[in-house]
């Protein structure tokens, strides 16, 4: 299957965009921030590898994230290991952790699913929480230096910004090759008719427990590199709220797209960023936007604003006899 | 052995708690396959108002009242005007109730400030308990009396009044219920408020003993729904035993281990799931 000529020229402006970033906005602030939106943009990608190719609604993805972050950070900054080693550790180990995790959810589905990603995730929240004298607590864990991987100075933001975008392009390509792969095709195909899966031979919950852990794995990722920028991590990365915001980016980019994610991820990001500016009632916010989500654009928050666009330019332009139709085919489920 | 006896009712106490705020979860997503993620802060909100009207200079008994009435009417309202919306559409209910809780813990914080506050208890009911040289509160005591009664009123509601034989029927069959002439959006409606007024006088019960803080709400909600996952969906049985269970493991795990309290949780967890995955008492899969 070859992407039309049109999707690579759009491919190659963003890519464009996102590579001259540093060199635009030359302020250190906004390209840390760019930095963050990337971090987050692996986060939600792998966490539509869930919702939006596999039909589960996972509410702890933050697990992966958090535990990445806590290991990395503890194995190099307080149990006196390698920054590779660390890293490598981490890694391995939250996708251990996903295994498990993977194991327990998956027996159970759709809402059962979601209760049982939750639960656990707020065991290990107070786990952290709890367990002072591994984790620091409510004051979290700090003390790590960047790495210099190939003497590469991490510590300016720029050079920082090429390296977590470095990884996105990774995981972007992978990602992509996997929706592509047999299993990738396979795990769509048990989201949308489980039962014909299993009738035609697929072990489904195999299927389902393989993306499991992929997406644990590239959320690790994702935590190794929050670690690597906030230098410290706190119980609040693994809380719900961050579960929530992680699907926020997915469900506003609109779910089961490759690009979706990594516009939710930004949407999400400048938006908390600002409003933070200005008041302090950001989960107030989440909430009601989750609801206007829901109520209101069900499809997803960039989907549904562009149908607004279209419906209103429609208007203006007093042409209605498109309109009907193709509304009523959109908001179908 | 005074340590276990004493434990043993803390825990019994805590998970009184639990199956106040589980009960009503376990209920609603028995029959109405809502995941209400709104429950903890249901409870906490619920403590919040009845802290309020006690501060006021309400009586206790009235508070709890006023606590469980509140978080009724709120239950209402969601229910008929945004949940009703939503039928057949199981996640988006979820991400909804995800939506209010997160708009009424940070509207908390907002109103009653981020500090811990201690909700007096009756007068009545201070003091301790003495057998020989054990004492306990007495109104922990009271508590765990609360809960048994409530459990025995919820049985004789559902196994002996003609309102639990619909809600039965809705729970094992809903298409079949409802072709049998069962009203069940008014059923619907009046299981989402006996839930939502159950959190909200069980946040005010509890306030003596936890207090009210934020960070309550997701404190009681995963607990609840490990009682679900543990005793199984739209069970009354299942919801006791789970609130049991786990308040025992909470109670003595808090007190041996209390780094790991938490992670004594899993376990329970991972034992159902493996071995039985509808839960001890349950039917059907979650």
């Not at chain 2, 008014?186 to 509890?206: H, I, K, P, R, Y």
């Not at chain 2, 035993?241 to 109670?251: A, K, P």
């Not at chain 2, 159902?272 to 979650?286: D, E, K, S, Y």
């Amino acid at each position: 299957m070859r992407a039309p000529a049109s999707n690579i020229l759009l491919w190659l402006i963003a890519l464009a965009a996102l590579l001259a970033l540093p060199w635009v906005v030359t302020s250190e602030y906004y390209v840390n921030i760019a930095s963050q939106i990337v971090i987050a943009a692996i986060l939600a990608l792998s966490l539509n590898l869930l919702i939006g190719f596999g039909g589960m609604i996972s509410l702890g993805h933050a697990v992966y994230l958090g535990v990445a972050a806590y290991l990395s950070i503890y194995l190099t900054a307080h149990a006196g290991f390698g920054h590779l080693a660390g890293a490598l550790i981490a890694i391995g180990a939250t996708t251990m952790l996903a295994m498990l995790f993977g194991y327990l959810a998956l027996r159970a589905s759709g809402l059962g699913f979601l209760m049982i990603t939750l639960a656990l995730g707020q065991i290990l929240w107070g786990v952290a929480y709890r367990w002072a004298s591994l984790t620091g607590g409510d004051n979290g864990l700090g003390g790590l230096k960047r790495p210099h991987p190939f003497g590469l100075n991490l510590m300016d933001p720029t050079i920082f910004y090429y390296f977590v975008l470095f990884f996105l392009g990774i995981a972007l390509w992978c990602i992509a090759r996997f929706i592509q792969s047999g299993l990738g095709q396979s795990l769509q195909g048990t989201r949308d008719q489980p039962r014909r899966m299993r009738a035609l031979g697929y072990n489904v919950w195999l299927i389902q427990w393989l993306s499991f852990v992929c997406a644990g794995f590239w959320g690790a990722v994702a935590g190794l590199l929050y670690a690597y920028y906030h230098q410290f991590v706190s119980p609040q990365t693994l809380h719900l709220t961050t579960s929530a915001e992680t699907l926020l980016m997915v469900i506003a980019g609109g779910t089961g797209t490759l690009l979706g994610p990594v516009v939710g991820a930004a949407l999400v990001i400048i938006l908390k960023n600002v409003v933070s500016a200005y008041i302090t009632r950001w989960l107030i916010l989440l909430g009601v936007i989750f609801v206007a989500i829901v109520l209101f654009m069900p499809e997803g928050l960039v989907p549904g604003i562009m149908r607004g666009v279209r419906a209103l330019r429609r208007r203006l332009r007093g042409d209605k006899m498109t309109d009907a139709p193709s509304i009523a085919k959109e908001r179908a489920p | 052995m005074n340590f276990w006896i004493i434990q043993g009712l803390n825990g019994l106490a805590f998970g009184s708690l639990l199956f106040i705020l589980a009960s009503g979860f376990s209920l609603i997503f028995g029959l109405m396959r809502i995941v209400n993620l709104s429950h903890g802060a249901y409870f906490m909100l619920g403590a919040y108002v009845g802290l309020s009207a006690i501060e006021a200079g309400v009586n206790f008994w009235i508070a709890i009242l006023i606590g469980g009435g509140a978080i009724c009417i709120l239950g209402a309202v969601i229910e008929r005007f945004i949940l009703r919306r939503l039928t057949g559409q199981p996640l988006a209910q979820v991400l909804v109730t995800l939506g209010i809780a997160f708009i009424i813990a940070d509207t908390c914080v907002w109103i009653w400030t981020g500090d811990p506050r201690p909700v007096p208890m009756p007068s009545a009911l201070t003091g301790a308990f003495r057998i020989s040289h054990l004492a306990f509160p007495i109104y922990r005591l009271f508590v765990i009396g609360v809960a048994f009664a409530l459990a025995a009123a919820l049985w004789f509601l559902l196994e002996r009044s003609r309102l639990g034989a619909m809600i039965r029927a809705g729970v094992d069959d809903l298409p079949m219920a409802r072709a049998m002439g069962i009203r069940t959006s008014l059923l619907f409606s009046v299981v989402f408020c006996l839930g939502s007024a159950l959190a909200g006088a069980g946040g005010v019960l509890a306030g003596p003993i936890l207090s009210v803080y934020p960070g309550l709400d997701t404190d009681m909600l995963p607990l609840a729904l490990v009682v679900v996952i543990l005793g199984g969906v739209g069970s009354l049985l299942g919801a006791f035993v789970g609130s049991l269970i786990i308040g025992f493991i909470y109670s003595y795990g808090q007190a041996l281990f209390p780094d790991l309290a938490y992670v004594i949780l899993f376990l329970p967890m991972v034992l159902v799931l493996t071995l039985r995955p509808t839960g001890l008492f349950g039917r059907q899969a979650i």
